[in-house]
């Protein structure tokens, strides 16, 4: 009796974003920043959960962060609304920086 060749485990499209934010970190933040230059409050929300899966988890994150976790489920929840000293103390944790850069060259007034 032949034996078929098992098939590799099939995993979720999100699995393996979360799998490629782990490996590439500086793939993370490019995606954060794509995601704050064109999204809303809840894109962004969803952006931050991912990247939390990606290195270790809300609790992990929260007790470097120094925020109680259960707060910061709340904060990274679809109606969250995080703070910015929550949002730079979670970036931190996740070794990215929040920054500023112009849209565009300086328009003459």
Request: no cysteine.
């Amino acid at each position: 009796m032949t034996r078929k060749p098992k098939s590799p485990p099939s995993r979720s499209h999100e699995a393996a974003t979360v799998e490629s934010f782990h490996k590439d970190p500086l793939f993370a933040a490019e995606y954060l920043n794509a995601v704050l230059a064109d999204g809303d409050q809840e894109e962004v929300l969803l952006a931050l959960r991912r990247l939390s899966k990606a290195f270790g988890g809300v609790a992990k994150l929260a007790k470097e962060a120094e925020l109680n976790a259960t707060t910061l489920y709340r904060t990274l929840s679809p109606k969250g609304n995080p703070e910015l000293k929550s949002l730079t103390a979670l970036l931190r944790a996740l070794g990215m920086q929040l920054a500023v850069r112009p849209l565009s060259q300086k328009r003459a007034a």
